[in-house]
């Protein structure tokens, strides 16, 4: 049944071309990888911009405070509300502060 049963000189002959092959595939992949540092790079060409004027220093716009109590209608107050609940989310310890509301037509 095993009569031709591969000795041990065979399996070593075996490992050793294999081993020979890997370590070759192996070399010729670093000769490879060590060609591209001379693979040339990019040209970034700079465009020098003219200088532009300085920009004038915004105003800041003086704003009146917003006052949840001077809410009249009830669906602006129901509209600010649900806005609220759903700006926290399931956070509760959520700090929401409401800076305007207005309708929109």
């Given amino acids: ?3 031709d049963a591969i000795t041990l000189m065979i399996a070593l002959e075996i490992t050793l071309i294999s081993m020979l092959v890997v ?3 192996l070399a010729i992949l670093a000769f490879v990888l060590s060609l591209f540092k001379y693979i040339p790079a990019e040209k ?3 465009i ?8 004038p220093t915004p105003k800041k716009v003086e704003r009146e405070k917003f006052d949840p109590s001077k809410i009249t209608s009830e669906e ?15 956070d509760k310890d ?12």
């Fill in 1 to 3: 049944m095993f009569k």
């Fill in 23 to 25: 370590f070759t595939i």
């Fill in 44 to 46: 970034v060409v700079e």
């Fill in 48 to 55: 020098k911009k003219a200088t532009p004027a300085p920009t």
């Fill in 76 to 90: 602006m107050r129901v509209a600010m509300m649900v806005a609220c609940i759903e700006a926290a989310g399931e």
């Fill in 94 to 105: 959520a700090n929401i502060r409401v800076v305007g509301i207005k309708e929109l037509n």
